[in-house]
Nanobody, 125 residues
Framework: VQLQASGGGLVQAGGSLRLSCAAS????????MGWFRQAPGKEREFVAAIAPTWTGDRLYYSDSVKGRFTISRDDVKNTVYLQMNSLKPEDTAVYYC?????????????????WGQGTLVTVSS
């Protein structure tokens, strides 16, 4: 399984970015997809997740990004997106996408079997 994240970059506070993660999964629609991030010197933390399509695309967000970030998926393109608006300097991190064959406790790293390489998001003040 390959997960290729892209879309990171440098943006000013208040700006927006959209991250993409293309997955080489034969049955992409059956997987939960998540986004995590890791800031320098900190542990990797949950950002957002979307459950498989057959569950009704249930969405989950961390409190720190709720209302600003939106996760979505395109099962035709085998891609998951993270639309990030109203970015803050504290959103600066390497963002990782991950795939899981489970659809519960999606905020936990241990639920995910496959991880992408990460894309760097830097928000300047």
């Amino acid at each position: 399984v390959q997960l290729q994240a892209s879309g990171g970059g440098l943006v000013q506070a208040g700006g927006s970015l959209r991250l993409s993660c293309a997955a080489s999964l034969r049955t992409f629609s059956a997987y939960s997809m998540g986004w995590f991030r890791q800031a320098p010197g900190k542990e990797r933390e949950f950002v957002a997740a979307i459950a498989p399509t057959w569950t009704g695309d249930r969405l989950y967000y961390s409190d720190s990004v709720k209302g600003r970030f939106t996760i979505s998926r395109d099962d035709v393109k085998n891609t998951v997106y993270l639309q990030m608006n109203s970015l803050k300097p504290e959103d600066t991190a390497v963002y990782y996408c991950a795939a899981s064959n489970k659809n519960w406790d999606l905020h936990r790293k241990r639920q995910y079997d496959d991880w992408g390489q990460g894309t760097l998001v830097t928000v300047s003040s």
